[in-house]
């Protein structure tokens, strides 16, 4: 070990159980790639300005989880805690919104940074890949959304999942329901940061997971009884489309989601072998995130899937993703000049699209077997001074034990074959 370790609340992607992270990765972005979204990549901090004002002020994640730092120029910068304000922000930059047909979809994949106390589930340093569409009001495109991301974790074989779907309503309808529960909330006997809550996000309150705080909530104003008859009917034909799309979905009306940009529209994927971090995935409506910060009127929506967790719920359901070996070919060499012609076979059979390994390092022939062996080497190529004098290598079938001479000149047309 060195003297150095993970900083706290980090981990490592390590061989093999790092394949698992990106088969997640493709699993997550193929129904988006198959769907219209283009693919965008935004760095991996911004003006901090751009949180504060986009993801809001009164948030655990702008307010206490933020890595934010001034630069040696004098910058206000912020590691990304999420993908949305960046993603919105480049598009308006690129004037996306203005060069082609709305909505901009896209999609991406990266990490993401949160001050947060460690636990199972919950890190400083995650991977999401998410999907925004961006420019367009359709509860078609919300469907779309969810719809897009259940075929993501189905594709997976996940099947402890569940959606859970609300509305928050719009600026319509949403200040009025605010007011009224703010005047319920006042009432109530709760500690000092609640009561600061209650003035800057009241709806906060209302996913305080603490049981004595939840006893009180009970008779709470639901937000359902205050949306009005646009949010209403918007909600009435997401919920629609996704039934006729056989989406299983649970309405859950005390869903409100940790960011303040979401209007209309919240969900999330929740997965019942987590434990207390059990969302893998979470998205919404955000209508008016653009304006918030300085563009146009772009209504939106987009969802964001945690990488880890949905890992670690792959685990939890013991799915193995059977992802095969990557090596198929492993090439051992029995002394230098049987070195030399085998490396230059090696980078022919890699170039034929053969995925190889070699046995680096001289070491002997069992050693070497070992390594062809933890590979998962289809066929092993072993060849000595003999062999080369005859113009041939040894091609052993890893599975069956067989051995085979095979011409030097013939064997990426015969390894090949066998393959296929
Ligand atoms: P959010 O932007 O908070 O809705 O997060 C979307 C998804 O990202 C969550 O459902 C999690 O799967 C994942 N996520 C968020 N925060 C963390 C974290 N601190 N550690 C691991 N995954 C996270």
Redo the contacts with the bound molecule.
Sequence with gaps: MSTFQAPKGTYDLIPPRSANFLAVRDAISAPLKNSGYGYIETPGFEDVALFSRGVGESTDIVSKEMYAFETKGGDKLALRP?GTASVLRAALEANLHKAGNLPVKLWYSGSYY?Y?KPQA????H?S?VGAEAIGTEDPALDAELIILADQAYRSLGLRQFRILLNSLGDKECRPVYREALQTFLRDLELDEETRRRIEINPLRVLDDKRPDVQKQLTGAPMLRDFLCDACKAYHEEVRDLLTAAGVVYEDDEKLV???DYYTRTTFEFVHDGLGSQS????GGRYDGLSEMIGGPSLPSAGW???V??TVLALEAEGIELGIPATTSVYAVPLGDEARRVLFGLVTELRKAGIATDFAFGGRGLKGAMKNANRSGARYTIVAGERDLAEGAVQLKDMESGDQEPVALDALVATVQAKLA
């Design positions: 999420e949160r947060e589930g919950r890190y400083r995650f999401q989601r940790g960011l969302a893998v995935g979470g964001a899937l945690g880890d967790r």
